[in-house]
Structures are given as C-alpha cells and as structure tokens.
C-alpha cells in the first residue's frame, strides 16, 4: 500500500523519520544518553581491526560508517564491495571482527564474504533488515536495521537506517575502546537521536526539489562530489540517479576532480555538491569555485549558513537547503535531498521508478 504516495520509493522516502526512530531506539538508551548493545555481540573492547563488506548502496553505508569508526573509535577499518572482497587472499588480522551489511540479507557475493571472514576466524556481525535472512542466521551477531519492508527497488530507507545502526555501533565501540569519555557519548547519542528530527525537517522541502530535478533530468550527465562523509553520499547519489533515471552521474572526491574527471566540464553537465558545514567544508567550496571558473552548473547542497557563506564566491546554478546539523548526522540528514532529486528526476523523465529495468531487488546469484 502506497498511502498517499505515487510510488513506494517516496513513500519509504518519507518514512525514514519514523523508521530512523524505531533503529536508533533499538541501540539508544535516550534517557540514560547510552548505546545498549544485545548481549552476546562483538565485544569491541577486544577487537584489532574492523572489516565492512557489502554491494551496491549498502558499501556505501560502510564507507560512511569507515569514517565514524576511525574518528570515533580509533579502529582500523578495511572496507571493499563483496564482489571483491571474497576474491581477494585476504591476510584477516588476528582478533578482528567483520561486519556485513544487507538489506536483503540474502546477496550471494556478500554471503560468500561472511562465510570467509568466518572461516578466516573473524568475529562476524550482521547489519540487516531482514532478521530471517541467510546472512542474519550465519552472522555470530546480529544487529537488525528496523526500517520494516522496503518494495522500492532502489534502497532508501534501508540505508538510512543502516548509517543509524552503523553510528550506534561506532559510538559503542568507541566507549568500549576508552576513546570516547562519558561525556562525548552522551554527546553523541544526543546527537544521533536528533537525526529522525532533521530528516523530517528536510522532507518539509520535498516539492521544493521538483523543478530543480526537472532540469537536472534533462542533462546527459551529472556529477555529484563530496568530501568526508560526503563522499561516499556522493557516490550513493550517482548510484540513485543512474539507477532510477538512467542517466549517467559519477560521484568523486571533491579532491580527486584536478586529476582528471574536470575535464568532463562545460555548461550542460550539473554537478551536484554535497558540503555540510563540517571540517573539511572550505575545500569543497574551493573545488566547487574551480568547476563554476571552467563554465560548471554547480548545484549546492549545504545548510543555509553554507549556502550564504559559499555565495560570497559567486552564484551557483542551483541551491539545497539542509538542517545545519552535527557532522556526525550529516551522512543521514544528506541522504534525504540525495534521494529526492534522483526521485524527482525520474518522474520527470517518466521511468518505472519502483521497478527499474534490469534489476532486482534481492541479487541472490552472483
Ligand atoms: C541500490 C540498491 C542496491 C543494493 C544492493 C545490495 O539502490 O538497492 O545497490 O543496495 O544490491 O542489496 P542488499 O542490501 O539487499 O544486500
């Protein structure tokens, strides 16, 4: 049942304050401003080195979660796609653990890389939607995501929820390992448990994304970029884009443009730029200044201090707004106008949203 929606995308789409809700709730104690794992789940105070595995939209949540568990928990972290890690001779560290990310819990290449981080002797946790799935039984941990049933082909609010699961678990690891005092965690989880907030603040500018997308469905190419946390939110933007409204987009590292893709730049390809006011904010504005020197449609994604701050260096072609929020939520509040505009984009060109051609939404066959 799509309610009120045309599609089940936006309808998960707007579902994600209250799902976002049921997954943080699921580790948040908001009264005593602590992470409570289940029993029995990895114990990070003794682990060595982090793994994360997965495909397709649910890697890029490990790439965010790359960044929270380095900064939050000093852990070594290793992320690769299934497809590769379970083909690569991987020398596992001793007393490292492996963690697998699905909606489904059923995706072939990622299965085949638990059963070799187990083999391999690795404590192996599952982040899931799906509590009955293969990769939920054979995981020695399992740590659901509580986004409920996703039909939309294109995966949103699963991602959310697993970047929610992914932050609980960084901030836990990072208590656990004695990097984060008493007082950053209650911090923190304050912070996370403000997320579902946001994300209903952000949803409020839905239509206000309609005509914006409509011009970007009418380019032949699209880039999005991002540094940080945005990165990888970067990627996943190019990833909806492509996926829903077949139109080619890359995500790169704001940084990496010079070495080579500013030269796809000229007036009739958007490129969309991901900066939350965070640390590394000032760079991506300096490479956003560089494509609109070589002719670039810059659309700005960033707060409303953001967006005025960067005007100060020229007009861009198109502005999001976003809640100024913490940079540890920012890959979660990010993800809505990421989703959105591929949303939009799509019904303007008139796809099949919820059921694009040629794919599936459960790859159980390599
Ligand atoms: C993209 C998308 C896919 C999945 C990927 C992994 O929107 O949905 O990239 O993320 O196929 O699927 P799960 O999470 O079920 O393992």
Same mark, same amino acid.
């Given at each position: 049942?799509k ?38 789940g ?9 793994t ?25 972290v ?7 890690? $379970?083909?690569?001779?991987v /020398?596992?560290?001793e007393? #490292? !653990? ?5 909606? %489904?819990?059923?995706? *072939?290449?990622?299965?085949?890389a ?11 946790g ?9 990769i ?7 740590y ?13 609010k699963?991602?959310t ?5 992914l932050?609980?678990?960084?901030i836990?690891a ?16 304050g ?15 839905d ?9 970007v ?9 991002? $540094?940080?946390?945005?990165? /990888?939110l970067?990627?996943e #933007? !190019? ?5 829903? %409204?077949?139109?080619? *987009?890359?995500?790169?590292?704001a ?9 796809l ?7 969309v730029?991901l ?5 590394v ?5 300096s ?30 072609w ?25 949303y ?14 040629n794919?599936?939404?459960s790859?159980?066959?390599?």
């Amino acid at each position: 049942d799509k309610g009120e929606h045309r599609h089940f995308m936006a309808k998960e789409i707007h579902e994600q304050p209250e799902v976002l809700g049921h997954a943080i709730s699921a580790y948040v104690d908001p009264v005593g401003r602590k992470v409570v794992l289940p029993e029995g789940g990895i114990d990070f105070s003794k682990v060595t080195a982090l793994t994360m595995s997965a495909c397709g939209t649910a890697f890029y949540a490990t790439l965010v979660a790359k960044y929270w568990f380095e900064t939050y928990a000093r852990l070594p972290v290793e992320t690769d796609i299934a497809s590769e890690l $379970r083909y690569r001779d991987v /020398p596992y560290r001793e007393g #490292g !653990a492996a963690l697998f990310i699905s909606q %489904s819990g059923e995706t *072939a290449d990622t299965l085949a890389a638990l059963r070799d981080a187990k083999e391999a002797g690795q404590q192996v946790g599952a982040i899931v939607n799906v509590p009955e799935s293969t990769i939920a039984r054979e995981a020695d941990a399992l740590y659901p995501t509580h986004a409920g049933p996703e039909i939309g082909v294109a995966s949103t609010k699963a991602f959310t929820c697993q970047l929610a699961t992914l932050a609980s678990l960084a901030i836990a690891a990072g208590v656990a390992r004695g990097v984060l005092s008493r007082e950053d965690e209650e911090r923190l989880t304050g912070v996370l448990l403000e997320a579902p907030r946001h994300v209903a603040e952000m949803l409020h500018a839905d239509k206000s994304l309609e005509a914006i997308a409509a011009e970007v469905a009418t380019a032949r190419d699209v880039l999005y970029l991002g $540094r940080g946390g945005s990165y /990888p939110l970067a990627l996943e #933007g !190019a990833l909806k884009l492509k996926e829903i %409204s077949y139109i080619h *987009a890359e995500g790169y590292a704001a940084g990496e443009l010079k070495h080579g893709p500013i030269a796809l730049i000229d007036e009739a390809v958007p490129v969309v730029v991901l900066a939350p006011r965070d640390a590394v904010f000032d760079k991506t504005i300096s490479n956003m200044h560089e494509v609109m020197a070589r002719g670039g449609k810059c659309l700005l994604v960033s707060s409303a201090e953001g967006l005025a701050e960067a005007a100060r260096g020229g007009k861009v072609w198109g502005e999001i707004a976003v809640p100024e929020v913490d940079p540890l939520i920012a890959p979660i509040v990010y993800s809505v106008p990421v989703q959105l505009l591929a949303y939009h984009a799509a019904v303007a060109k008139g796809t099949d949203v919820d059921q694009p051609r040629n794919l599936a939404k459960s790859v159980t066959v390599e």
